[in-house]
């Protein structure tokens, strides 16, 4: 089972979405699980890339104007991977992923 963790600027983030928002999120990080799980690569509803000048930190939509910034971090359990949860929001957390 994959690992996770989350840095003070997304739990901040966090507190200013709305319930609506943070039901949207939920429901793609389960998306986002079970892709890590089967390791065949991310679905294309998720967006899941590298950003752009940003080296290792990737960016994942989930919903039409809501993204989520992460890393892999050193993994935690033997095989799986540790994903820490950067930044979330709209696209406006891509200035300061």
Do not use: C
């Amino acid at each position: 089972m994959p690992t996770f963790e989350t840095l003070s600027h997304f739990l901040r983030d966090w507190k200013n979405l709305t319930t609506d928002q943070k039901t949207a999120f939920l429901v793609a990080v389960a998306q986002f699980v079970a892709d890590l799980k089967v390791g065949q690569g991310f679905r294309r509803g998720l967006r899941v890339k590298k950003m752009q000048g940003h080296e290792d930190v990737w960016e994942m939509s989930w919903a039409p104007d809501g993204r989520a910034t992460f890393h892999y971090g050193d993994p935690v359990q033997d095989g799986e991977p540790h994903v820490v949860w950067r930044r979330i929001g709209t696209h406006s957390v891509f200035g300061r992923p």
